[in-house]
């Protein structure tokens, strides 16, 4: 009876919790940003509707360096909240070793997507047969109801947010075999257009994360697979029955003042409002 009592004191006093006001910013005012590729939509569409501008206006103020730069510009304070996947482990070695500690708060919802060409026959692999694929177990497709035919498995570079993410929440643990130079692919868009690439043979899996191929690098030559037979889509990813979900993080340094505005940014987000953004722009929201 206590249980239930303290879950009903609870609804209600997040019911009663006053909705979080939208704060407003100049250009001059907003934190300074930086982050991921994948997040550069959400970026300059969080600026607009706090400024009062348009995309295209606030987009030359948007710069994003990519994921393990972005993380070095926060502690090194060239940049004060960056929007990014979950920091690596020589990331989190570099902010204590410059006294840093940062406060990760998940944002947007987000899958790790595996993708191979359109023509390929396989259109499902369970977690382990990744693993196995990644680790260098399974070499050919016909060891997982394919085609007879190498398995070329691509790569992206150490401290890539995708790369991060790979080990994180696939490998888990697991050394992952050293590619040919050739098959470690530095940006994420490269990845997908080598494993679009059609040489005759659809021998090739990659990944990536799933906003990043479903609405900022679409290619028809590419398809996302299943895992475990469920289909990446924003409700297998919201309910969590696609099997390897994440966020996407608003990361800055805990030292930053209660009423700062970079704390105002990062409640505004997490608010009805913020998410409704989010969700217009594509992404999945995190609650």
């Given at each position: 009876m206590k249980k239930y009592l303290l879950i009903f004191v609870l609804f209600f006093l997040l019911g009663c919790q006053k909705p979080i006001e939208q704060p407003t910013f100049t250009m001059e005012t907003f934190p300074r940003v930086d982050g991921s590729t994948v997040t550069i939509p959400l970026s300059e569409a969080i600026c607009a509707k706090l400024t009062g501008q348009t995309i295209e206006q606030v987009r030359p103020y948007i710069l994003h360096t990519k994921t393990h730069s972005a993380y070095i510009n926060l502690i090194d304070r060239k940049t004060d909240l960056i929007f990014v996947t979950y920091p690596s482990i020589d990331e989190f070695k570099y902010?204590?070793?410059?006294?840093?500690?940062?406060?990760?708060?998940?944002i947007v919802s987000e899958a790790f997507v595996f993708l191979?060409?359109?023509?390929n026959p396989?259109?499902?692999?369970?977690?382990?047969?990744?693993?196995?694929?990644y680790t260098g177990k399974i070499t050919n497709w016909k060891e997982v109801g394919g085609p007879d035919l190498p398995i070329i498995a691509y790569q992206r570079p150490v401290n890539?947010?995708?790369q991060t993410g790979f080990l994180d929440l696939v490998m888990k643990g697991?050394?992952?075999m050293n590619p040919p130079t050739e098959w470690v692919m530095a940006g994420m868009g490269d990845l997908i257009e080598a494993v679009a690439n059609y040489q005759n043979q659809p021998d090739s899996i990659g990944y990536s994360?799933?906003?990043?191929v479903v609405d900022m690098w679409?290619?028809?030559n590419v398809r996302l697979m299943k895992v475990d037979n469920v289909y990446p889509s924003n409700s297998t990813i919201t309910s969590k029955q696609y099997p390897i979900t994440t966020n996407y993080y608003a990361v800055f340094r805990k030292s930053e003042p209660a009423d700062s505005n970079v704390r105002k940014v990062v409640n505004w987000i997490l608010s009805d409002a913020g998410q409704k953004l989010a969700e217009d722009f594509g992404y999945v929201k995190v609650r």
């Open positions: 902010a204590a070793d410059s006294g840093v500690e940062m406060e990760i708060v998940p191979t060409h359109k023509n396989v259109e499902s692999l369970t977690l382990k047969q990744i693993q196995e694929i890539s947010g995708s697991l050394t992952p994360y799933y906003y990043f679409g290619n028809e």
